[in-house]
């Protein structure tokens, strides 16, 4: 073994044995109830040990009326939530805000991959329309197809308007009147899922658009700014 080699594994065995004492010393200090609420931080998305650490020592300063209200919504957060019948957003009826709001533009469609990207369109107050949420994109690699994510929901509710099928015969209106909007996320996956829709949409005859190239490749939607957001979704143009 090299001189290297054997650096390194003394340099490794050390940060182990470092990692050991401080879990050791972290489980026996702290009272459990913090160790808990530590280990559930550290399961949320984004979040590190120590800003979990952090984020527990923050509550434990504040005031008991904070926390309580901290505890009530997050054991009340799936309480009569559910998702929209129509567009699969969050609702708290069988239909969500959007959807039953008569002033938003039924017939046009903005398909989005997540919830949040809903919000982040929502927030650049441009967008009149109505959304589809697929809840995720196409990906081979990781197994996931079109019966995994909201297509077939989403090709009702077009057949539906167009004409093909008709399952709610209050919102069936002209075909040329309808537009749906691919706002899937510019990177791989997202590319291929509004490929993917443009080449089942398009036999049935609806105005398909795909948001312009105003975000960066390989960004999320819910990360982006109003303005950059608010061209995206001015810039859009046929997808053919
Ligand atoms: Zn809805």
């Known amino acids: 073994m090299s001189i290297f080699a054997s650096f390194c594994q003394a340099v490794f065995g050390f940060l182990i ?19 808990v609420l530590i280990e559930e931080f550290g399961r949320l998305p984004g979040i590190g040990p ?6 527990a020592m923050h509550l434990l300063h504040s005031p ?54 809903v919000v982040a369109i929502e927030k650049t107050l441009e967008y009149k ?24 929901a989403l090709m009702e509710r077009v057949r539906a308007f167009s004409g093909h099928e008709t399952i709610k015969t209050d ?15 510019p990177g791989l996956e997202g590319e291929t899922t509004a490929m993917y829709l443009m080449r089942l949409l398009k036999p049935l005859g609806v105005k398909i658009t795909r948001i312009a190239r105003g975000l960066p490749v390989g ?11 608010t061209k995206a979704m001015q810039g859009r143009m046929d997808y053919v």
């Open 50 to 55: 120590k800003s979990a650490q952090r984020l």
């Open 219 to 229: 960004g999320d939607l819910d990360y982006a700014d109003e303005l950059t957001l």
């Open 64 to 117: 008991e009326s904070r926390t309580h209200q901290l505890a009530e919504a997050v054991g009340g957060l799936k309480n009569g939530l559910q998702f929209c019948n129509v567009c699969w957003n969050i609702a708290e009826e069988s239909l969500c805000r959007l959807c039953s709001n008569p002033a938003r533009n039924q017939r046009q469609i903005c398909v989005v991959e997540e919830i949040l990207d």
């Open 171 to 185: 919102v069936a209106q002209p075909t040329s009147k309808v537009e749906v909007i691919l706002a899937t996320n």
């Open 129 to 152: 329309g109505v959304y589809h949420v697929l809840h995720g994109t196409l990906s081979p690699v990781d197994g996931i197809g079109p019966e995994q994510i909201k297509i077939e």
């Open 17 to 35: 044995s470092l990692l050991l004492v401080y879990n050791l010393r972290m489980s026996s200090f702290l009272p459990k109830s913090i160790q």
